[in-house]
T-cell receptor
Framework: RKEVEQDPGPFNVPEGATVAFNCTYSNSASQSFFWYRQDCRKEPKLLMSVYSSGNEDGRFTAQLNRASQYISLLIRDSKLSDSATYLC???????????FGQGTELSVKP | DGGITQSPKYLFRKEGQNVTLSCEQNLNHDAMYWYRQDPGQGLRLIYY???????QKGDIAEGYSVSREKKESFPLTVTSAQKNPTAFYLC????????????FGPGTRLLVL
């Protein structure tokens, strides 16, 4: 079993749709959680950190359920520019290595 | 501008050849990382360094070597022992005000001729 598993993609949605990505992690000692965005043939960039209380940044909402070892990302009112691969990331210890999921590809169509 | 630079953008390797990928950062970060990404897959950690003159193997270190003689630089050598080196190589750094956020360079695409 992979340490971090994401919904298999791709997700193809129309503009304006709401889309949700799910991610599960296997190590209960995981401490920090992130969503990164990666455009085609580019480097990953931090989209948002994920906090236990849940957090929102504009159209993006991230949630964490430690009991179920599950993270989610919700994108409301999808834009064409949201098309990318979304990577779920967890860390186990401060300053240590990040564990990446395989990514979920999103394609937003006009 | 502060950031991470990687060079070259594209690199071609002949069979049996060692090649070195450059990674430089001027963010004053202590920790630096090398990842490999294959098509349709997530990032896999090759090596990481949390401080100058010290580094640790990641999950797929075989066939690779690194050095960390300066805080700003963390070069990766892909040796001839790495039998399947074709991939997208990403360098990242972390520290300072960014906390646990890793910032990535633009990557180097390595192709075997």
């Amino acid at each position: 079993r992979k340490e971090v598993e994401q919904d298999p993609g791709p997700f193809n949605v129309p503009e304006g749709a709401t889309v949700a990505f799910n991610c599960t992690y296997s190590n209960s000692a995981s401490q920090s959680f992130f969503w990164y965005r990666q455009d085609c043939r580019k480097e990953p960039k931090l989209l948002m950190s994920v906090y236990s209380s849940g957090n929102e940044d504009g159209r993006f909402t991230a949630q964490l359920n430690r009991a179920s070892q599950y993270i989610s990302l919700l994108i409301r009112d999808s834009k064409l520019s949201d098309s990318a691969t979304y990577l779920c990331v967890v860390t186990y210890n401060q300053g240590g290595k990040l564990i990446f999921g395989q990514g979920t590809e999103l394609s937003v169509k006009p | 501008d502060g950031g991470i630079t990687q060079s070259p953008k594209y690199l071609f390797r002949k069979e049996g050849q060692n090649v070195t990928l450059s990674c430089e950062q001027n963010l004053n970060h202590d920790a630096m990382y090398w990842y490999r990404q294959d098509p349709g897959q997530g990032l896999r950690l090759i090596y990481y360094s949390q401080i100058v003159n010290d580094f640790q193997k990641g999950d797929i270190a075989e066939g690779y070597s690194v050095s960390r003689e300066k805080k700003e630089s963390f070069p990766l050598t892909v040796t001839s022992a790495q039998k399947n080196p074709t991939a997208f190589y990403l360098c990242a750094s972390m520290g300072g005000q960014g906390g646990e956020t890793q910032y990535f360079g633009p990557g180097t695409r390595l192709l075997v001729l």
